[in-house]
T-cell receptor, first 109, second 112 residues
């Protein structure tokens, strides 16, 4: 499974848009890109998944360039409750998920 | 919205005791997984299960671990003789095989 690289931590303020970029240079043709959110002592929560171009749902957008070697999770107008660890994973289907350290997002008042 | 559930939420046990962690996956999912997360560390894959058999397991998943789907709804992880280093959050996940996996809330296991 492709390895991913993302920032260890980010800081933001309430109401701002947050963009977290993940690089995955060795992504395979059939790999999807998936982002999860995790709060302390809780299970990872699925946020969004995409294969190429742009995907948007009620909580986030995912931007994937044509070469698919990176992706950007965009969280519009964050609130304090968005403070969490965000994981970028590549793979797909029934394969195991390999988690990295994720990006620790801190949202400040 | 369907979700994965896990019981118990917390389990305290003595070293050497057996524990069984239970999960109810999302009803139409066919692929089931266990992961664990030691405090302050990454989420680690333990085992995947499909069609009533293990499809993949990690190095962590040694002979002390076993999984079972005893009926049409439950998916269990058994640790036969717990060690101190088994203390962790254990997460069950399920998937349809086409999209992503959905995780349960976890069981916090503390081995004393």
């Amino acid at each position: 499974l492709a390895k991913t690289t993302q920032p260890i931590s980010m800081d933001s303020y309430e109401g701002q848009e947050v963009n977290i970029t993940c690089s995955h240079n060795n992504i395979a043709t059939n790999d999807y890109i998936t982002w999860y959110q995790q709060f302390p002592s809780q299970g990872p929560r699925f946020i969004i998944q995409g294969y190429k171009t742009k995907v948007t749902n009620e909580v986030a957008s995912l931007f994937i360039p044509a070469d698919r070697k990176s992706s950007t999770l965009s969280l519009p107008r964050v609130s304090l409750s968005d403070t969490a660890v965000y994981y970028c994973l590549v793979g797909g289907g029934y394969n195991k998920l390999i988690f990295g350290a994720g990006t620790r997002l801190a949202v400040h008042p | 919205e369907p979700e994965v559930t896990q019981t118990p939420s917390h389990q305290v046990t003595q070293m050497g005791q057996e524990v069984i962690l239970r999960c109810v996956p999302i009803s139409n999912h066919l692929y089931f997984y266990w992961y664990r997360q030691i405090l302050g560390q990454k989420v680690e894959f333990l085992v995947s299960f499909y069609n009533n058999e293990i499809s993949e397991k990690s190095e962590i998943f040694d002979d002390q671990f076993s999984v079972e789907r005893p009926d049409g709804s439950n998916f269990t992880l058994k640790i036969r003789s717990t060690k101190l280093e088994d203390s962790a959050m254990y997460f069950c996940a399920s998937g349809s095989g086409r999209e992503t996996q959905y995780f349960g809330p976890g069981t916090r296991l503390l081995v004393l």
